[in-house]
């Protein structure tokens, strides 16, 4: 009978703290019940302990998501575990995830103590979490580079002490799939108690081996796997939850194991993670990336013809990809419209669903085909018109070789008046921007722009994705429009009421006066290498 593997995802975690990954509050909330629709059994939350803003995302994910185990990271120390413990009690199933680096070379060089010292800490701390929480995870940090003896006794420590999870890490990327299993079967044999724990494997990816580990440690007898949406995480990242579950999967006749994880959200999963963080999926990308079911050769697209398991191993819907289907027109009426968004997974209120369907109405006068993929765009890029403070009401930009751009623009704040501004820029998204942080009187930087096609056509939908800064933190913002100018605006006006909600609601509104100054002194939009502060 096949066993099931469970899936601990630490996106949220390992995979926040990788540059360019870094998420807010509600971003973070966002992706939780996105991996709780995936199916994940476990969902890392954060390290509590490491900022406020980690402490109060772990904390309202505990209270976000209601089927899996909510953990949150803790050093083996016990201010750590107490703050884990605080973030995580809400949760309906709390875990505390203890670690320690046990290889000689952590141990002198990074904590400067000796093995003995280690066990100390580990007992002592490991039985401080379990006073506090029956759900214990403890890891040994570097434990591919730990000296298996050693290894034995810290792990029997750790159950003794009442870790129910014993998690053995290839930290450093070191390893191959041959001593991953050598490890795991070592640590089977030797440990007394090793029945009382289930084994689990956390393996980055710095020689490329994370998902080859990952699966050799779950043959060696390893019944829990810590992965990440897309594989990211510390340096080359973390094995990819989708190429670990969809190798499960589609080799079960090779390793008879099951995963509790719904294949079909894992591309909504991997797309919710790409438009939040704007890192985009690489195209060839194992499962999720744009090439991932792509034949453009004569010969495959023959095979496929024929039969389509001549060169596919599994199919797109198996994992929720989306095909580029005509799906509605010009004619199409609300009822279709709503049809489609059900049969896309969307749950949309009424409101936002008649918001939408303007929004496809107006796509569709300048538009003939919309597709599948150009719907998700267009959904994903909408927010919560409540927030917008700004709205777009009419642009005008004109732009040549031999002149300099101007964009006069017009925005509605909150519904009512409208404000007119020009300014002119070297480029016309340059201008076009500028005018927008004229026209709201707060100076913020642009720190990054993306504009990618959404489908092949010629008139495709172009997206936009843009991060502005400013003193209080990054922001980011997506557009979606068949005009890359007005995409560009959208995506601006999306992060700026981003960014005024959060000044407006840490500081109290701020006075027009006070922002009006600092915009005269400040007025260039630039590339800075500010930290990302409030993420
Ligand atoms: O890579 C690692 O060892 C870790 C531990 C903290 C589990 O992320
Ligand atoms: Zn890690």
Not at 334 to 344: G, N, R, T, V
Request: charged share 25%; net charge negative; proline share 2%.
């Amino acid at each position: 009978m096949a066993e099931r593997i469970y899936i601990f995802d630490t996106t949220l975690r390992d995979g926040e703290q990788a540059p360019g990954y870094s998420m807010n509050l509600e971003e973070k909330i966002r992706m939780a019940r996105q991996l709780e629709a995936l199916g994940v059994d476990i969902i890392e939350a954060g390290f509590a302990i490491s900022s406020p803003g980690d402490f109060e995302s772990v904390e309202a994910i505990a209270s976000a998501v209601e089927r899996p185990i909510v953990a949150s990271l803790a050093r083996a120390l016990k201010k750590d575990i107490d703050a884990a413990w605080n973030a995580v009690k809400k949760a309906r199933h709390p875990r505390i995830h203890v670690f320690l680096a046990t290889s000689d070379i952590h141990l002198q060089y990074k904590l400067k103590m000796t093995r003995e010292e280690a066990l100390k800490r580990i007992r002592e701390n490991v039985s401080y979490a379990k006073s506090l929480c029956d759900d214990i995870e403890f890891s040994l940090e570097d434990a591919s580079r730990t000296d298996l003896e050693y290894m034995c006794t810290v792990v029997q420590t750790a159950i003794d002490a009442g870790a129910t999870t014993i998690n053995l890490p290839d930290t450093v990327g070191y390893s191959t799939p041959v001593e991953i299993a050598n490890m795991v079967r070592y640590v089977k044999e030797h440990v007394k108690d090793i029945d009382k724990a289930v084994i689990s494997m956390h393996n980055h990816n710095d020689l490329g081996l994370a998902v080859a580990n990952t699966l050799a440690g779950i043959e060696a007898g390893a019944r829990q796997v810590e992965c990440t949406v897309c594989g990211i995480g510390e340096r080359a990242g973390n094995a990819a939850l989708e190429e670990v579950v969809m190798a499960l999967k589609t080799r079960s006749d090779k390793f008879g194991y099951y995963t509790n994880i719904v294949t079909e959200e894992i591309a909504r999963s991997a797309r919710l993670l790409s438009s939040t963080t704007g890192v985009k999926i690489n195209p060839s990308k194992a499962i999720v990336g744009d090439n991932a079911f792509a034949h453009e050769s004569g010969i495959h697209q023959h095979g496929m013809m024929a039969n389509s398991q001549t060169y596919e191993i599994m199919t797109p819907e198996s994992v929720g990809v989306v095909k580029t289907n005509l799906v509605l027109g010009k004619h199409s009426g609300q009822h279709a419209f709503s049809k489609k968004m059900q049969e896309l997974g969307y749950v949309l209120s009424k409101d936002r669903e008649d918001a939408l369907f303007a929004e496809f109405k107006k796509t569709c006068d300048r538009k003939k085909n919309i597709t599948d993929r150009d719907l998700i765009a267009l959904v994903e890029a909408q927010e919560n018109p409540e927030s917008q403070t700004w709205v777009l009401d009419s642009f005008v930009v004109n732009s040549g070789n031999r002149m300099t751009s101007t964009a006069c623009i017009s925005l509605k704040k909150n519904g009512e008046k409208i404000y007119q501004d020009v300014a002119s820029g070297t480029g016309p998204v340059y201008a076009s921007l500028r005018c927008v942080e004229k026209l709201i009187k707060h100076p913020f930087s642009l720190e990054d722009y993306q504009l990618s096609a959404v489908t092949e056509d010629r008139d495709a939908l172009g997206e936009v994705f843009v991060k502005i800064s400013d003193q209080s933190g990054v922001y980011r913002g997506r557009g979606v429009s068949t005009d890359i100018i007005e995409a560009s605006i959208l995506a601006c006006l999306n992060a700026v009421n981003k960014m005024l909600n959060e000044n407006s609601a840490a500081m109290g509104t701020r006075t027009q006066s006070a922002s009006a100054m600092s915009f005269e002194n400040d007025m260039l939009i630039g590339h800075t290498d500010k930290k990302e502060g409030n993420e």
